[in-house]
C-alpha cells in the first residue's frame, strides 16, 4: 500500500481552508486544488509499503511512546520552490519545537526499519493546490499579498495517524490505518 505518516486536521480548520480556496480559485482555475477534506500535515512520506512492513510500522511508531500535546498555528502562504515557478500552493504552519521533534523522531523511527531519511529539511505546511505548469502565478500572489498576515486558526495536536493513499483519476484518497496518541 502506498502509506505516509501525518497529523490530521480539526473540521473548524478544513472549513477555513475550504473558503479560502474558493477565494483563491477565482483568480487560478488552472489549479489542481486539494480536496479539503485530505488535507493534512505530513510528518514522513512512506511510499509503497507490503503489508508485513506495515505492522513493523505501526510496531515502531506504537513505541515513539507519548509525546506533549502542542499547539499549531496556520498563518501565510507561499509556494514551492517559488512564485516563479510554483508547483504547489501552501499554507504555512506555525508551531513549537515540538512539531519538529516530533517529525524527528518520527524520521529516525522510519530510518531503523528501512526507510531513507527525507534529504530535505522538514518544512511544515498544509497543501492547498498544485501547478500543472510551474508558470507565475501573477494574480493569485497578488491576492496572497493581500492575504499574507490572516490567521487561518489554531489547533492542539495530540495524535498523528498512519494514512493509506489511493490515487485515482479523482485523485487521492486518504484511509486512517492506525492512529498514534
Known sequence: MRAFIAIDL???????????????????????????EGIHLTLKFLGEVPDPKVKEVCGIL???????AFIIQLKGFGFFPDARRPRVLWVGVEALA????LAEQV??????VGFAREERAFRPHLTLARFRVPRPQAALQALLIQE?????????????????SKLSPKGAEYRKIERFP
Open 10 to 36: 480539526p473540521e473548524t480548520i478544513r472549513g477555513t481552508l475550504r473558503r479560502k480556496q474558493a477565494l483563491f480559485r477565482s483568480v487560478s482555475p488552472d489549479a489542481r486544488w486539494t480536496q479539503p
Open 62 to 68: 506504537k513505541n515513539l511512546g507519548q509525546f506533549e
Open 98 to 101: 515540538s512539531l519538529s521533534h
Open 107 to 112: 524520521e529516525i523511527a522510519m530510518q531503523g
Open 148 to 164: 499574507q498576515e490572516q490567521e487561518l486558526g489554531n489547533f492542539e495536536v495530540s495524535e498523528f495517524y498512519l494514512f493509506e
